[in-house]
């Protein structure tokens, strides 16, 4: 599936139109058209042969032959066009906080800024104060910003774009070639928020097709290795792909060694060395006498210990927990009863109320939260009053039709503006069954500012969870200063929970800020995926990963509760 690459090549296609000046109605078909491709349950290469794919709403004849242009020879003439008018760099400088496309723009055609380095140099000589629309302000924004980022660590994917992925393959796999038993192992199997390389072991009678099938698959771009009993491949996002087919009595003990962490395993060896034994990744041994290692479990088994669910492996105090018998029970994948943060159309969403709760349905919800973006967030289409009343109408009619079986909460996501007011008025708030608030800007703000901010929107008696906490993107934007302490603690005197945001990038709170306000504080969370798009709720795996990273269990979940009781719990105030 082809289709995060399509969207991402228009995306670029979007960023360079907006640098070159382009018709800013282009542009928003570009983004619109990419957020669908994304959104898109099948594989838009199958459209582009059908000769379908204006049937995707948001692309027209123009955007069509873009993308099958861009499925055929991997580019796309306009944007060629493009980058020959304004330096690709640009769109580097734009990823920094605080730097638009007029930003970039300016500095390249005043300063002939095109990189991140040339930036740096002229931020710290203070050439750039001086720029019109610039000022030392935003100058020392810009230098802080600049640190604050992250050196890129050697090339990490979000689990978002690796999960699906390695599923792909496996998937392939299993169907072409006789496969006995096959399994993820590495950092997805951990659930961990970003992933280095994919790594799935396999048993099979006919290790020489599982190697054909899965180094002809198409989403492989080069072929690294290819060996009997191990295959290497390069996919097209660039990703590292290992396939090893091992022997069906190593199964278990090789899948415990590949699936880490390293630390983990490092502590268990450890133990096994006191014991007298000897662990590795053909199984567990007594001098030369083999114990098991079949099932994983026998790794575990033979050193006293309960199995221990791969997202706990980090030794963060797992193995000490295990010998003591008092593993927690985590969360499971199958206990969330509704989705706490959902947008739709009505803001900048792409499906239908109906359409976000049919889908909840089908994955087997009794309710679902709808929190579309309230109206100071000009950028994600925000609402009026008046549009949210009109919402809360269908809101009312979709209810009566759905009857007991399923209830769609109204709710919105707030904005906490820079003083930590929100966009409307208290008394306007009674008409939403409760309020989700979080913050989209004035990042760059103190830490006491930002903290205040939020604890005074945790004030407002409707609000009831603060999304995405500490405002991070994953591999983009850092946390902004927030004294997540206080926060902590404020969540405890006011009863408002904090949220796992389970959008991929965000996962924000993170695993080890969940752990540590669930043991200091007895914190319990939300699991909200944010969706725009009916399929994004399938994200929720993403959030109850964190969860289970963090160690927590059904009963620190709110939205694990039957519809009845979460009604109950989110009208208390
Ligand atoms: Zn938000
Ligand atoms: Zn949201």
């Not at 992925?165 to 199997?189: N, T």
């Not at 963060?316 to 199958?334: C, Q, T, V």
Request: proline fraction near 4%.
């Amino acid at each position: 599936m082809r289709n995060k690459e399509v969207a991402n090549k228009l995306y670029e296609l979007a960023s360079l139109a907006e640098l070159a000046g382009e018709n800013p109605f282009k542009i928003n078909a570009y983004i619109e058209a990419a957020r669908r491709i994304e959104n898109l349950p099948i594989p838009i290469e199958e459209l582009a042969k059908e000769g379908k794919l204006t049937e995707i709403k948001g692309v027209g004849s123009g955007i069509a032959k873009k993308i099958k242009q861009f499925l055929e020879t991997g580019t796309i003439e306009k944007l060629e066009e493009f980058k020959k008018k304004v330096p690709p760099s640009l769109l580097e400088l734009e990823k920094i906080p605080g730097i638009g496309p007029k930003a970039a723009l300016s500095l390249y055609k005043h300063l002939g800024i095109k990189t991140v380095e040339e930036l740096k140099e002229a931020a710290e000589k203070g050439k750039i104060r001086d720029l019109p629309g610039f000022g030392p302000k935003k100058e020392e924004n810009i230098l802080k910003a600049l640190q604050g980022m992250k050196k890129k660590e050697e090339k990490r994917v979000s689990i978002g774009l690796a999960l699906p992925l390695a599923e792909f393959i496996k998937d392939e796999i299993k169907k072409k070639a006789p496969v006995d038993k096959i399994e993820i192992c590495g950092s997805i199997r951990r659930m961990k928020e970003t992933i280095g390389d994919i790594d799935i072991l396999v048993t099979s009678r006919e290790s020489e097709k599982v190697m054909e099938v899965f180094s002809n698959l198409p989403v492989v771009k080069e072929v690294l290795v290819r060996g009997e009993t191990k295959t290497s491949v390069i996919t097209e996002e660039d990703i590292q792909v290992d396939v090893r087919v091992v022997e069906p009595e190593f199964f278990g003990a090789a899948i415990q060694y590949f699936t880490g962490s390293k630390q983990h395993n490092v502590k268990l060896r450890e133990l096994a060395i006191k014991k007298g034994l000897k662990i590795n990744e053909y199984g567990i041994f007594k001098g030369e006498k083999r114990m098991g290692g079949e099932k994983e479990e026998d790794v575990y088994s033979l050193l006293g210990l309960p199995w221990i669910p791969p997202e706990m492996r980090e030794d963060r105090g797992e193995i000490e927990e295990a010998i003591r018998g008092e593993l927690p029970k985590l969360i499971d994948y199958k206990d969330i009863k509704g989705d706490t943060h959902v947008h739709t159309e009505y803001s900048d969403g792409v499906d239908s109320i109906e359409k976000m709760a049919e889908e909840a349905i089908k994955m087997g919800y009794e309710y679902i939260v709808i929190s579309d973006h309230a109206e100071s967030l000009g950028v994600a289409s925000g609402m009026s009053i008046k549009k949210f009343k009109k919402q809360k109408k269908e809101i009312d009619k979709l209810n009566e039709k759905f009857g007991d079986k399923f209830r769609i909460f109204f709710s919105v996501e707030l904005n906490i503006l820079s003083d930590g007011s929100v966009d409307f008025p208290e008394e306007e708030l009674d008409i939403f069954d409760f309020c989700i608030a979080g913050i989209h800007s004035g990042f760059n703000q103190s830490m006491e500012k930002i903290t205040n901010r939020i604890k005074r929107a945790m004030g407002i008696k409707k609000v009831k969870i603060i999304a995405h906490p500490t405002g991070r993107i994953i591999g983009e934007r850092g946390e902004y200063k927030v004294d997540i302490e206080e926060i902590f603690k404020e969540a405890k005197n006011t009863g408002v929970f904090l949220e796992i945001n389970a959008t991929p990038s965000r996962l924000d709170l993170s695993d080890l800020n969940v752990m540590h306000a669930k043991s200091l504080y007895g914190l319990k969370f939300t699991i909200g995926t944010d969706a725009h798009a009916a399929v994004s709720l399938r994200d929720m795996r993403y959030g109850i990963g964190v969860a289970r990273r963090g160690w927590l269990t059904k009963e620190d979940i709110i939205n694990t509760l039957p519809l009845k009781k979460f009604e109950k719990i989110m009208k208390k105030s």
